[in-house]
């Protein structure tokens, strides 16, 4: 499985981003994906994860603020995440990756909120 995010960068608070994550290889078997947050000293932490279906799920201080969607076609699957009112507490790396048992990490895209 290939995975590629992007999206990320440096943001005011309050302000929006729309991070992408495009999904590749053999992904037949899985039905769900998440969105993870690395920050730093803390271990990766998953943040909203979405269904095949669309059936979406939001972790603590995501509900309301994020919206995770997902996008297939024969090729390829791709996620997103629109991120609003974004906090210092959003900042971090950014990671896609199959839910519940992630496959190998892709690179992921930081994400920094700061005045």
């Known amino acids: 499985v290939q995975l590629q995010a992007s999206g990320g960068g440096l943001v005011q608070p309050g302000g929006s981003l729309r991070l992408t994550c495009i999904v590749s290889?053999?992904?037949?078997?899985?039905?769900?994906w998440g969105w993870y947050r690395q920050t730093h000293g803390k271990e990766r932490e998953l943040v909203a994860r979405?269904?095949?279906?669309?059936?979406?799920?939001?972790e603590g201080s995501a509900k309301g603020r994020f919206t995770v969607t997902i996008s297939r076609d024969n090729a390829k699957t791709t996620l997103y995440l629109q991120m609003r009112s974004l906090e210092f507490e959003d900042t971090g790396a950014y990671y896609c990756?199959?839910?519940?048992?992630?496959?190998?990490w892709g690179k992921g895209t930081q994400v920094t909120v700061s005045s």
């Open positions: 990756n199959a839910w519940p048992i992630p496959r190998d």
């Open positions: 979405i269904h095949r279906s669309g059936n979406a799920v939001y």
């Open positions: 290889g053999d992904i037949a078997d899985i039905f769900s």
